[in-house]
């Protein structure tokens, strides 16, 4: 199920991409971060509401609030930086560099997580890697 899940997040990223350059056109992009963040709290506040897990909240342990804080401040900086990106260059070049996320999360899991880093994950992150460079130049 969670590949289902990891597909559709695909798909909502790439039309995040496209809706997010067609309507940033003559819009500061930092208020444009703040229209689409504004549109993703409702939802997501809107989505705890509706399955009834407000309650949670309380159970949360302050090391999860410090991470899930310092997870939101990440997501905060690279919407900013993506929006002003998206205004200043091509969907089409800036859509693979931000993809370069993955590469660089394969190696903070390695680092920080201790996860594994295969040859497979080894020769993933070099393919994404050398995608990107024939895709900007």
């Given at each position: 199920?969670?590949?289902?899940?990891?597909?559709?997040s695909a798909v909502f990223?790439?039309?995040?991409?496209?809706?997010?350059?067609?309507?940033?056109?003559?819009?500061?992009?930092?208020?444009?971060?703040?229209?689409?963040?504004?549109?993703?709290?409702?939802?997501?506040?809107?989505?705890?509401?509706?399955?009834?897990?407000?309650?949670?909240?309380?159970?949360?342990?302050k090391k999860s609030w410090?991470?899930?804080?310092?997870?939101?401040?990440?997501?905060?900086?690279?919407?900013?930086?993506?929006?002003?990106?998206?205004?200043?260059?091509?969907?089409?070049?800036?859509?693979?560099?931000?993809?370069?996320s993955v590469v660089i999360?394969?190696?903070?899991?390695?680092?920080?997580?201790?996860?594994?880093?295969?040859?497979?994950?080894?020769?993933?992150?070099?393919?994404?890697?050398?995608?990107?460079?024939?895709?900007?130049?």
């Amino acid at each position: 199920m969670w590949a289902v899940f990891a597909v559709l997040s695909a798909v909502f990223a790439a039309l995040t991409s496209i809706l997010a350059k067609a309507g940033i056109e003559g819009v500061n992009s930092n208020l444009a971060t703040a229209i689409r963040t504004m549109v993703v709290v409702a939802m997501a506040w809107g989505m705890v509401f509706l399955t009834d897990a407000q309650g949670g909240i309380g159970s949360i342990s302050k090391k999860s609030w410090i991470f899930l804080i310092l997870s939101g401040l990440a997501t905060g900086a690279s919407w900013l930086c993506y929006y002003r990106a998206l205004q200043l260059g091509d969907v089409s070049k800036v859509v693979p560099i931000d993809k370069l996320s993955v590469v660089i999360t394969l190696i903070l899991a390695f680092v920080f997580l201790h996860e594994s880093f295969t040859a497979k994950s080894l020769i993933g992150a070099v393919l994404i890697t050398a995608g990107t460079l024939i895709m900007i130049f």
